[in-house]
């Protein structure tokens, strides 16, 4: 593989306070690439996606064992600045989740909590990250109404423009599609497939065929532990082992 | 449709395209090869069949990616399952080259034989059958494909009349028995690529039309 290592977790353990819910990862996350996490529910890939950016932190009596490297920094080091890894590995969640602003006002949000203060730099990163989200031309009219007065597939791309606007590194996205609509789901898939010439993207999804036709990477997870990592086309064509045939072929899961 | 899945696809058109030009091209090359007793040339056919067997596999592996990450439906579903059957046809097409330049070199060595029969027409009419169903493939013409299905008819009889022929002369001329036999099995080849060809009709009819046309002419005969 030609793209370089942007992120890893070595020997990754993840615990909420007894209960254990990860075992040992060691997975590799490439720019320009995207990697999805699949498995069923409670096979830990969610609580991977949030030991990448520490969200996880906000669990009471939740620990984290092992390393997860960002540029080959451990970002569970006691000196990482935990708003600065958060800027540099953004979020969009399962449900659009915009504030009760203007849509101009949800994308210069973080810019502003950043210190921001040039108005026509602001003005110029919010209509970028628009575009980037392939919202501008929906909305650009619309700018200063409110962004609850959007659809679900719009509101979603809204909230991918949020995590844009601050320029991450790294785009964490927890089933950004699964409250939408076929026709929106796939606009987030292309979008998807823009974002990653930019960005490393990592997503959870509980959707297979999702998975197949979004991701470059696939990691297979059951009971807290990483089964079978491969190339997409390589793991839903002939993957190495019955467990993830039988997963991604619905006999069990 | 997806940008992506679109892409794909037209990607997979063009490699289909480029063997089926592969195939025409080698299967021209054996005739020349009938007519000329060109050893040299049937040896090179025989070689480069690899090019194909090669370039059929990696067809057959796109196809399935295709399936596999995308699942398309509809058209877009007929276009992929139609094209791993055309390159497997087509694939099959070539190693009927192979084979009519393997009696090319059986009979090269030989001293020639005056037939009362000639290839030629057979050929030329097998030849324009391959070309017109990759040309209904690439327009997606379901009227030039029907066309095609309906020749194969003239080719089967212009076998029986070689075989007939070439009994004949083996029963004149004892001597000649495996000439002759060579010559026969060319136009059996020739008659096994005009039926390929058919197929590749029909699955265009079937890409285009949603119908599985197969068997079809058959059931058509027997009523009448």
Known sequence: ?253 | MPVRLQKELQKLKKRILSLGAMVEERVRMAIKAVETRDEKLAKRIIEMDREIDENEVEVEEECLKILALHQPVAVDLRFITAVIKINNYLERIGDQAVNISQRVVSISRRPPVTVPFEYKLMAEKTETMLRESLDALVNLDEDLAHKVCLKDDEIDDMNREIYDKVKEVISSHPGRVGYMINLLLVSRHLERIADLTTNIAEEVIYMVEGEISRHRMNESFSIS
């Open chain 1, 1 to 253: 593989m030609n793209n370089a290592l942007k992120m890893a977790t070595k020997k990754l353990n993840f615990y909420y306070r007894d209960f254990q819910a990860l075992h040992e990862i060691s997975l590799d996350f490439y720019t320009n690439q995207v990697t999805a996490l699949i498995g069923p529910s409670g096979c830990g890939k969610s609580t991977l996606l949030r030991c990448l950016n520490r969200m996880n932190d906000l669990i009471p009596y939740s620990r984290a064992k092992g390393e997860v490297l960002l540029d080959n920094q451990d970002i569970y080091n006691p000196d990482v600045d935990v708003v600065t890894l958060r800027r540099r590995v953004g979020m969009v969640f399962q449900k659009p989740n915009p504030f009760p602003k203007t849509i101009f006002e949800n994308v210069a949000y973080g810019l502003k909590v950043n210190g921001l203060k040039d108005k026509s730099q602001i003005t110029d990163r919010v209509e970028r990250s628009l575009q980037s989200a392939a919202l501008w031309d929906e909305v650009k009219d619309r700018i200063h109404e409110s962004a609850l007065g959007l659809s679900g597939g719009q509101q979603q791309r809204l909230c991918i423009a949020r995590a844009l606007a601050i320029e991450p590194e790294v785009v964490l996205m927890d089933e950004p599609a699964s409250a939408l609509d076929p026709i929106a789901t796939q606009k987030i898939e292309e979008l998807i497939h823009e974002l990653k010439k930019t960005y490393t993207i990592i997503i959870v999804t509980h959707n297979m065929q999702q998975a197949a036709r979004v991701s470059d990477i696939t990691a297979f997870f059951y009971l807290g532990k990483l089964i079978e990592v491969d190339q997409t086309e390589t793991l839903f064509t002939r993957p190495n082992l019955k467990q993830t045939s039988d997963y991604i072929t619905g006999r069990f899961g």
